[in-house]
């Protein structure tokens, strides 16, 4: 089997097909592409899929989409089963015991609040601007540079080299960023170099981000 991520996106298809000619499997991680990232499920050609609502769908957590092909339905199941495990592939994943379908139902109207505020045309340029505007004035009050140079390589996701590379000092700076202002903040270090991944969301401006980043900071 071969996992792919949803920021090889623009090359998926073609990948999709070269490990196909080798008979291997591929599955998908798309987290979080629904409400985020354009994505066609028939040319993708994945065998695979899944991806979260919670994130960029502005739905609960726990609501996820699940897309099997026909062609392995039969070997994907639950891992809780129940009494309808005898059905179609898709009465097995409905109907699992006494889980709460709250979040669920909560995606239509999720959807119906983003066809309010603009729907998909108004909120994924929205958020692709965002994230690289925030970045940009981040990596301005740091004195430091963004980790993708090329807005063409972002969606709604950014990340930011850290103004500090000490670990202990990127540490304490997320527990006083959330002890004292009630924010999180995801950090991540590769080769040695830390940096911040900065999302947008529709709620959000460029000056909240410049607020992170300036309280930031205080804690080393």
């Not at 996992?3 to 080798?22: A, C, G, N, R, T």
């Not at 066609?40 to 695979?48: I, V």
């Not at 609040?113 to 690289?132: C, N, S, T």
Request: aromatic share 12%.
């Amino acid at each position: 089997m071969f996992i792919l991520k949803p920021m090889l996106f623009l090359l998926s298809s073609e990948i999709v097909s070269l490990l196909h000619e080798h008979n291997i499997f591929v599955f998908v991680d798309a987290a979080h592409t629904l409400g985020h990232i354009q994505m066609d499920l028939k040319a993708l050609g994945a065998d695979a899929l899944t991806s979260n609502c919670h994130k960029w769908l502005n739905s609960p957590k726990s609501g996820a989409v699940l897309y099997v092909s026909p062609a392995y339905q039969d070997i994907v199941v639950p891992a809780v089963i129940s009494s309808e495990f005898e059905g179609s592939f898709v009465d097995k994943f409905e109907y699992t015991g006494t889980r709460s379908y709250n979040a669920m139902i909560a995606v239509d109207a999720a959807m119906d609040f983003r066809d309010k505020v603009g729907g998909d045309a108004r909120i994924m340029p929205y958020l692709k601007q965002l994230a690289w505007d925030g970045a940009q004035a981040c990596a301005a009050v740091w004195q430091t540079s963004l980790v993708t140079p090329n807005q063409d390589m972002n969606a709604g996701i950014v990340d930011v080299v850290l103004p500090t590379q000490d670990a202990s000092e990127v540490g304490k700076a997320r527990a006083g960023l959330l002890e004292k202002y009630d924010t999180y903040i995801q950090t991540s270090t590769y080769l040695g170099q830390w940096y911040v991944r900065l999302s947008a969301q529709i709620y959000l401006e460029v000056s909240d981000m410049e607020i992170m980043c300036k309280r930031f900071t205080e804690f080393y």
